[in-house]
């Protein structure tokens, strides 16, 4: 009975797949607010419909939790055969009860935060289209699916983040999302390749067996490969940048795509693919280097960014740095733990995030924010227990998941990654008590008069980053006078659009502090329909931990989980004492940050040109808010050596060398034909003649080869 | 009358040369003629000096499949005759008189 209704897990992608197909070609006729309820409504059913796959697979005996449910023979060629089939197993359901959860609350709070978009079914559209690809990548039961999904989630993500494409930046920040996770797709394709060319199978089913037979180059070529692709959907190091500049796309966006579930699908191909990472070992150490890498200097890089949406962007990478060091020491629950409390506290934040801009004139920029906790208070209450969720304080759920991975980077034996992870956790504590601290605590600086005169920049570093500011960053404001909408009256275009095309919202960090568009009157609170998700999402980062308590008895996604990852020794504390102090001293660490930060921030800002953080690293400081420069060396290398070999490929390479071939032989076969032409001229006798000479040609052949 | 002188014996052999010249003027009238009519009739030579072929060979080797073959030849020619000489008609009508070369036309 749970087996037969498992087969019907197809129907969670379908629900908002239905709902992509409605919007898109009716959307417009729709229109608001019932497309957004149209596209929630769905989103719920499939969160419902999830909820009761959780329970048939409950009702299982735990060997007997995983089920193939094929659809239909999807490709057959020679010895390759593909099935179009989902595969519920724990690690699925998992993800599909995120998506849908996590999606349906961002669906709703969407409704509030696209009002008056005149192109209100279009996002939901696509919001409804990524949420089908995400739940196609999770269900699938073979590569190839989850590849589908992979690709349509990387099209969703250009598709939202350029939503307000008439921006030139938003429209540069999707097109460098999309290509920064083609860089990592060719990585999938060719994980794929080598797993048809050696297993000619792309199932899951089979995976476990053929990673045990398979040669160890085999499985490192294999995880490598496939590393390469999670880094590039996860936006790890080196592919972090597009991340950042996804913050171009509308906040429900940020906070569905870009926080709770796409970046994470890294995370979930790894936990999929796991067999071929143990099997390699060698690519599980740099899996756990790459995060660790990856959490601490994108921590690094989050703490002295202005935007509150890039702060978090930053934080998201940091984040998904300690899943991937979780990933690498083998401590999968760990990781999809921390996916989940992460889609909590970070989808709060990041609604959080959108609610904060949305009642503040759409400024993100927190050198003139401050004190909002009077205007906007259940945003306040919200992301202040994210706050402490993500910084790692117990009891909040961060903190169960956070420790559970220092832990098992500790006891894996391997205790790079874990010093590595407790300095992240400094920084990640840091960061978000300073994002807190200037938006909702400390001094007023919203309020016109004050950011009209700002004070002469005091620190050292901020002269020469001026220069830098129009650098080659894809978030570089437009050049007012290349924008043909000059010449149009901006505020028609602003009626047309619904934005203005000519506002970046995003705050680099080079950027003097903006100045309020809020005029004379206060911040407000978001409606109803945003309180409430960011509420739910603060109430789950407050009791998230429960899922998984490190005491016996209480570890249920452990037990969940373990199905699935049967066969792999997790690293688990030996005694309750050894993980207490553990606990202890990750707390401890955080604490730290948490303190440095309130010292430093809890007064606000008294000058909002001079960060008080930035003022005292000197040196350190514009290059933590620069990303290390990694943006600007990568765009200058586009520019310069990356150009000039694509110049050369193209006009050489491309046009002389290969087209040169391939007209060439075309010109050869065409001088052919036309000296051959003249041989058919139309005078019988001659055709008789060939036929006589070709009739005396085979006699000869017969009599010279054939008699003999 | 003595038989002696009268020795000649014809084997099969004569006959093939006479069929082989057969064929080879067939062959040339076809290939040097432009009158149309005579390269029909020159076909009907070469096909005729295969006939004689046959039998010939039926005959020495004590074989009637040979005999069997002339029939189809002669079935055959006798349908290629019919459409070749309507075909000829037919051109003759449109253009009152005819050489093999005028079918150049016929090139495109």
């Avoid at chain 1, 050894?578 to 604490?591: D, H, K, M, P, W």
């Avoid at chain 2, 093939?16 to 009158?35: Q, S």
């Avoid at chain 2, 295969?50 to 040979?66: M, R, Y």
Wanted: with cysteine.
């Amino acid at each position: 009975m749970a087996r037969d209704l498992l087969d019907f897990v197809g129907i969670v992608p379908l629900l908002p797949l239905i709902g992509a197909a409605v919007l898109l070609l009716f959307g417009k006729r729709i229109g608001e607010p019932v497309a957004g309820w149209i596209a929630t409504g769905l989103m719920g059913a499939a969160f419902v419909w999830s909820l009761v796959m959780f329970g048939a697979m409950l009702s299982l005996p735990e060997d007997a939790r995983s089920n193939v449910s094929v659809t239909f023979k999807w490709l057959h060629v020679d010895q390759l055969d593909v099935q179009f089939g989902f595969l519920a197993d724990p690690l699925s359901i998992t993800w599909i009860l995120l998506v849908t959860g996590v999606g349906s609350l961002i669906f709703l709070y969407s409704i509030g935060y696209m009002h008056g978009d005149p192109n209100f079914g279009r996002f939901f559209a696509y919001m409804s289209l990524f949420a089908g690809s995400m739940l196609l990548l999770v269900l699938g039961s073979s590569f190839l699916l989850t590849f589908l999904g992979w690709e349509g989630v990387g099209l969703c993500s250009y598709l939202l983040i350029a939503y307000w494409f008439e921006r030139n930046s938003a429209a540069v920040a999707g097109k460098k999302a999309f290509v920064m996770n083609r860089v990592g797709d060719v990585g999938f394709l060719i994980a794929m390749f080598i797993l048809i060319a050696e297993f000619g199978s792309l199932d899951y089913s089979t995976m476990g067996a053929n990673a045990m037979g398979a040669s160890k180059a085999v499985s490192t070529a294999i995880a490598l490969l496939l590393l390469v692709a999670a880094i590039g959907k996860s936006a790890q190091i080196p592919l972090f940048p597009w991340l950042t500049d996804a913050m171009e796309g509308p906040t429900p966006v940020s906070a569905l795509i870009h926080a709770a579930t796409m970046v994470t699908a890294g995370v979930f191909l790894i936990a999929r693919a796991h067999p071929f990472f143990e099997a390699s070992g060698d690519a599980m150490t740099v899996v756990a280097w790459v995060g660790g890498l990856t959490a601490l200097l994108a921590g690094g890089a989050a703490l002295l960014q202005p935007d509150i949406k890039r702060v978090l962007a930053y934080s998201t990478i940091s984040q998904l740095g300690y899943m991937f060091l979780a990933l690498g020491v083998g401590a999968y629950t760990a990781a999809v733990f921390m996916v989940l409390t992460h889609a909590f506290f970070k989808g709060c934040l990041f609604l959080g995030a959108g609610s904060v801009i949305e009642g503040n004139e759409e400024n993100q920029d927190m050198r003139i924010m401050g004190r909002f906790r009077k205007f906007l208070p259940y945003t306040a209450i919200g992301m202040s227990i994210a706050w402490l969720s993500i910084s790692g304080i117990p009891p909040f759920a961060g903190f169960w998941s956070k420790d559970s991975i220092l832990e098992s980077a500790y006891l894996s034996g391997d205790y790079g990654p874990w010093i590595v992870g407790l300095l992240a956790a400094i920084f990640t504590a840091g960061y978000m008590t300073r994002l807190i601290q200037l938006t909702f605590y400390g001094n007023e600086r919203f309020r016109p008069g004050e950011a009209e005169h700002p004070a002469p920049a005091v620190s050292g570093g901020s002269d020469d980053d001026a220069a830098t500011a129009q650098g080659a960053g894809a978030t570089a404001t437009l050049d007012p006078e290349t924008d043909p909408a000059d010449a149009i009256d901006p505020a028609d275009t602003e009626d047309a659009l619904g934005y203005d095309p000519d506002f970046s919202p995003t705050v680099s960090f080079v950027e003097p502090p903006r100045t309020t568009r809020l005029g004379d009157h206060d911040p407000r609170e978001a409606p109803i329909v945003m309180v409430v998700p960011i509420l739910t999402l603060a109430f789950l980062a407050l009791v998230g931990g429960l899922m998984n308590i490190p005491i016996e008895g209480l570890e249920f996604l452990d037990e969940w989980l373990a199905p699935v990852f049967a066969g792999v020794q997790q690293p688990h504390p030996e005694s309750f004492a050894q993980g207490f102090v553990l606990e202890a001293i990750s707390v401890a660490f955080a604490l730290v940050g948490i303190t440095i930060a309130l010292l430093l921030y809890r007064r606000g800002l008294r000058n909002a040109a001079a960060d008080p953080l930035r003022d005292r690293t000197g040196p350190v400081g514009p290059t933590l808010g620069h990303a290390y420069y990694y943006d600007e060396g990568l765009a200058a290398f586009t520019d310069g050596p990356g150009t000039k070999t694509a110049v050369f490929l193209d006009e050489t390479v491309d046009q002389r060398i290969i087209d040169g071939g391939v007209n060439g032989i075309a010109k050869l076969i065409r001088q052919g034909g036309l000296g051959l032409r003249k041989l058919q001229d139309g005078y019988v006798r001659r055709y008789a003649i060939g036929i006589l000479l070709g009739v005396v040609a085979l006699l000869l052949f017969l009599v010279a080869y054939v008699a003999r | 009358m003595s038989s002696s002188s009268l020795a000649l014996t014809i084997t099969p052999s004569y006959y093939l040369v006479l069929a082989a010249a057969l064929f080879t003027i067939g062959a040339v009238g076809v290939l040097v003629r432009r009158n149309v009519i005579v390269m029909f009739m020159s076909v009907e030579l070469m096909l005729n000096a295969v006939n004689l072929t046959f039998v010939a060979f039926a005959s020495a080797l004590d074989d009637t499949a040979g005999q069997v073959l002339v029939f189809f030849t002669l079935t055959v020619a006798a349908a290629e005759v019919a459409v070749g000489l309507a075909i000829i008609v037919a051109i003759f009508r449109r253009r009152r008189g005819m050489t093999a070369d005028d079918l150049k036309v016929l090139q495109g």
